[in-house]
């Protein structure tokens, strides 16, 4: 039986007809009036998404390339570093700070737990001298968990003013409210995969006015490829310091071009209509949401009780029986959880789809399910938020 293939992985998502058809445009030389032009337009849509005034960078790698070159821009070695783990996300960016010498305390949550201000508070009232640099992961990925961002960034600069702030956006960022500049986020990351609407293979970094000032301060020599100075003075002509993907960079244009003509509070209402669509319709299937404060770029719902093997008995017999790709849990949680995604080219007629899909799915491990149950939660939850 024909099944359309449908992707509700929360990276890489589903990508624009429109934006697959440019990347299939016959390849075009990057070093041309016309590729600085481009760069200069996903530059411009970039920064409107970011929310800034500082230009955002388009880097030839994974978000994770971008986090690493807003990291090294700033870390010097045995800078004060303080991250929130509660994820495996942002547990490697504790990793990567330590290993390049930072002096790292984690504020280590639960998975599936968020940071507070009040753990900010608890945290300088130990510690008693502030950070230089505060990491967080505003969504994370692996357990759909987020936080309120902008109360956990008032507290810390109540408490030090001089920290610079850095922000891993790559599930937030053109999916849910985001504000650089009017948060005071020193570094923000994303990357292309998520709720910028493209294939992999971009990174995306802005850094602040103070940002650029430590970077010149610091007389660190062990980056090269991702050294943002580079992609500073070369960014005055409209180029790259280096080979870029231009192919996805022209993609970009016409993605960007996209979440900028729908508008950001458009965009934002409807990825909370379709998390709300899902949350609604798993819970009313007597499923488990697995995140304490759940995010709207990407829902985690525990795997149905008394199922053997649930990854394979339930989240792979879909994708094998219906063709609807779901992610499963990472590290430590694969065996407890799957995920759904919201971000980007992804609609409530899909949420309402995946929460039928996943009817099936429950009568297939012999639970006793009532059809349209979930289906009724999922659409009256939608409307709500698409009525407001």
Same mark, same amino acid.
């Given at each position: 039986?024909?099944?359309?293939?449908?992707?509700? /992985?929360?990276?890489?998502?589903?990508?624009?007809?429109? $934006?697959?058809?440019?990347?299939?445009?016959? *390849?075009?030389?990057?070093?041309?009036?016309?590729?600085?032009?481009?760069?200069?337009?996903?530059?411009?849509?970039? *920064?409107?998404?970011?929310?800034?005034?500082?230009?955002?960078?388009?880097?030839?790698? &994974?978000?994770?390339?971008?986090?690493?070159?807003?990291?090294?821009?700033?870390? +010097?070695?045995?800078?004060?570093?303080?991250?929130?783990?509660?994820?495996?996300? &942002?547990?490697?960016?504790?990793?990567?700070? %330590? *290993?390049?010498?930072?002096? =790292?305390?984690?504020?280590? +949550?639960?998975?599936?737990?968020? =940071?507070?201000?009040?753990?900010?508070? $608890?945290?300088?009232? *130990?510690?008693?001298?502030?950070?230089?640099?505060?990491?967080?992961?505003?969504?994370?990925?692996?357990?759909?968990? =987020? /936080?309120?961002?902008?109360?956990?960034?008032?507290?810390?600069?109540?408490?030090?003013?001089? /920290?610079?702030?850095?922000?891993?956006?790559?599930?937030?960022?053109?999916?849910?409210?985001?504000?650089?500049?009017?948060?005071?986020?020193?570094?923000?990351?994303?990357?292309?995969?998520?709720?910028?609407?493209?294939?992999?293979?971009?990174?995306?970094?802005?850094?602040?006015?103070?940002?650029?000032?430590?970077?010149?301060?610091?007389?660190?020599?062990? @980056?090269?490829?991702?050294?943002?100075?580079?992609?500073?003075?070369?960014?005055? @002509?409209?180029?790259?310091?280096?080979?870029?993907?231009?192919?996805?960079? @022209?993609?970009?244009?016409?993605?960007?071009?996209?979440? =900028?003509?729908?508008?950001?509070?458009?965009?934002?209402?409807?990825?909370?209509?379709?998390?709300?669509? $899902?949350?609604?319709?798993?819970?009313?299937?007597?499923?488990?949401?697995?995140?304490?404060?759940?995010?709207?770029?990407?829902? &985690?719902?525990?795997?149905?009780?008394?199922?053997?093997?649930?990854? +394979?008995?339930?989240?792979?017999?879909?994708?094998?029986?219906?063709?609807?790709?779901?992610?499963?849990?990472?590290?430590?949680?694969?065996?407890?959880?799957?995920?759904?995604?919201?971000?980007?080219?992804?609609?409530?007629?899909?949420?309402?789809?995946?929460?039928?899909?996943?009817?099936?799915?429950?009568?297939?491990?012999?639970?006793?399910?009532?059809?349209? %149950?979930? $289906?009724?939660?999922?659409?009256?939850?939608?409307?709500?938020?698409?009525?407001?």
């Amino acid at each position: 039986m024909l099944n359309k293939y449908r992707l509700y /992985c929360p990276g890489p998502t589903p990508v624009p007809e429109e $934006v697959l058809a440019k990347c299939a445009e016959p *390849q075009l030389h990057h070093r041309t009036p016309a590729f600085r032009k481009t760069l200069e337009s996903v530059t411009g849509k970039l *920064q409107t998404i970011f929310k800034t005034t500082q230009p955002v960078y388009t880097i030839t790698g &994974s978000g994770s390339s971008a986090f690493e070159a807003g990291l090294l821009a700033v870390l +010097k070695p045995g800078m004060r570093v303080l991250n929130v783990a509660n994820g495996k996300f &942002s547990e490697r960016w504790s990793t990567m700070a %330590k *290993q390049y010498g930072g002096d =790292v305390t984690d504020i280590t +949550k639960d998975y599936g737990d968020h =940071v507070t201000p009040a753990d900010i508070q $608890v945290h300088i009232n *130990q510690d008693g001298t502030p950070p230089d640099l505060f990491i967080v992961t505003h969504s994370e990925t692996s357990t759909g968990a =987020v /936080c309120d961002l902008k109360a956990v960034l008032d507290k810390l600069r109540d408490h030090a003013p001089d /920290c610079l702030i850095m922000v891993d956006g790559i599930t937030s960022i053109g999916a849910l409210p985001f504000d650089m500049d009017g948060w005071g986020v020193d570094i923000a990351i994303t990357g292309s995969q998520k709720a910028m609407m493209l294939p992999p293979g971009l990174g995306f970094a802005s850094l602040s006015e103070r940002a650029w000032a430590a970077y010149d301060a610091n007389d660190r020599k062990d @980056n090269f490829y991702l050294d943002l100075g580079a992609y500073r003075t070369s960014y005055e @002509n409209w180029d790259t310091p280096y080979t870029p993907n231009n192919q996805l960079i @022209n993609a970009a244009d016409v993605s960007l071009g996209m979440i =900028v003509d729908e508008g950001l509070d458009t965009i934002w209402q409807r990825t909370e209509a379709c998390a709300e669509a $899902v949350r609604s319709g798993v819970t009313a299937l007597g499923l488990e949401l697995f995140a304490m404060m759940p995010g709207n770029s990407v829902s &985690s719902v525990r795997y149905p009780a008394g199922v053997e093997n649930p990854d +394979k008995a339930f989240r792979l017999a879909i994708r094998k029986r219906f063709n609807i790709h779901l992610a499963g849990g990472q590290g430590s949680m694969k065996p407890e959880l799957f995920r759904i995604n919201h971000m980007g080219y992804t609609d409530v007629f899909e949420a309402i789809s995946v929460i039928a899909a996943i009817e099936y799915g429950l009568a297939e491990c012999g639970k006793d399910i009532t059809f349209g %149950k979930g $289906v009724a939660a999922a659409q009256a939850a939608a409307a709500a938020v698409l009525n407001r």
